[in-house]
Nanobody, 119 residues
């Protein structure tokens, strides 16, 4: 069973930075696209940043210019560097994986990691 374990969240002041990590026990990790998603209280889960197996990235408009997704295929990990954080970035952040040609996520959602941006 695939496990997705997110870490790196925490409490940060507006303007601060965090780096999230996701360890994925996915066989043949490198052939999958990876994504970061978030869900704030009372809101639907939304895609924040994705990276295809070939390294092409896509960001939500709210994340463009501030967040950077990266991956280390040798370690089966995906990262999200978040800079200039805003209170509206507060949410539980999750990672997941999918086939390049079909954005429907394939893994069960993990516990996520809480990000709180507050002064």
């Amino acid at each position: 069973q695939v496990q997705l374990v997110e870490s790196g969240g925490g409490l940060v002041q507006p303007g601060g930075s965090l780096r999230l990590s996701c360890a994925a026990s996915v066989s043949r990790f490198s052939i999958y696209a990876m994504g970061w998603y978030r869900q704030a209280p009372g809101k639907q889960r939304e895609s924040v940043a994705t990276m295809t197996s070939g390294g092409r990235t896509n960001y939500a408009d709210s994340a463009k210019g501030r967040f950077i997704i990266s991956r280390d295929n040798a370690k089966n990990k995906v990262y999200l560097q978040m800079n200039n954080l805003k209170p509206e970035d507060s949410a539980v952040y999750y990672c997941n994986y999918y086939a390049d040609y079909n954005p429907r996520v394939l893994g069960s959602w993990g516990q996520g990691t809480q990000v709180t941006v507050s002064s």
